[in-house]
């Protein structure tokens, strides 16, 4: 069964800190993976994708890895700020399919 | 309009009722998808549509029934939900399968 997780399900940070976020997936054989923002009661917002040829894409503070050969994908957020505390989710194409498998996210909070 | 756009925004129905959301993109994407959010469980892929043809049906029971008239528009038709139905809907466009997803703000719906 290709599945997604997604460790610590919950983090609490100082501001300014640097923080990584981890998922993992169980096919190797992954298309693309996709990093997206949920802020509460709201929709996705897509941060980062990440094709399987790829080992990183970044974005303002924001820098993705993906590592095939481990089953895993790592979200760095740079000088963490309030405003970052939100649900991230990744999700995996597995193939060439449209079907996105979901993790179940990592609710962050930033602290003042 | 701008991106993925998803009408009503919040929807209260009784068991009996029918409603029907809708969601329209507004980026020339040609596939779009609908998704549920339930508490505590990661996103779940409903349906898929590829050109107007639905290429997916993830097992949704009957009481959910997708249209999807163009490339534009995808509505989601309700008729006899269960209080278990209660969920974020969410809508999403892609270019193409396996490519970046962009998320509409979702439906608050609430089955009472």
């Known amino acids: 069964k290709q599945e997604v997780t997604q460790i610590p399900a919950a983090l609490s940070v100082p501001e300014g800190e640097n923080l990584v976020l981890n998922c993992s997936f169980t096919d190797s054989a992954i298309y693309n993976l996709q990093w997206f923002r949920q802020d509460p009661g709201k929709g996705l917002t897509s941060l980062l994708l990440i094709q399987s040829s790829q080992r990183e894409q970044t974005s303002g503070r924001l820098n993705a890895s993906l590592d095939k050969s481990s089953g895993r994908s790592t979200l760095y957020i740079a000088a963490s700020q309030p405003g970052d505390s939100a649900t991230y989710l990744c999700?995996?194409?597995?193939?060439?399919?449209?079907?996105?498998?979901f993790g179940s996210g990592t609710r962050l909070l930033v602290r003042p | 309009e701008t991106g993925v756009t998803q009408t009503p925004r919040h929807l209260v129905m009784g068991m009996t009722n029918k409603k029907s959301l809708k969601c329209e993109q507004h980026l020339g994407h040609n596939a779009m998808y609908w998704y549920k959010q339930s508490a505590k469980k990661p996103l779940e892929l409903m349906f898929v549509y590829n050109f107007k043809e639905q290429t997916e049906n993830n097992s949704v029971p009957s009481r959910f029934s997708p249209e999807c008239p163009n490339s534009s528009h995808l509505f989601l038709h309700l008729h006899t939900l269960q209080p278990e139905d209660s969920a974020l809907y969410l809508c999403?466009?892609?270019?193409?399968?396996?490519?970046?997803?962009?998320f509409g703000p979702g439906t608050r719906l609430t089955v009472l």
């Open positions: 999700a995996a194409h597995m193939d060439s399919s449209y079907k996105l498998i």
């Open positions: 999403a466009s892609s270019q193409e399968g396996p490519d970046e997803q962009f």
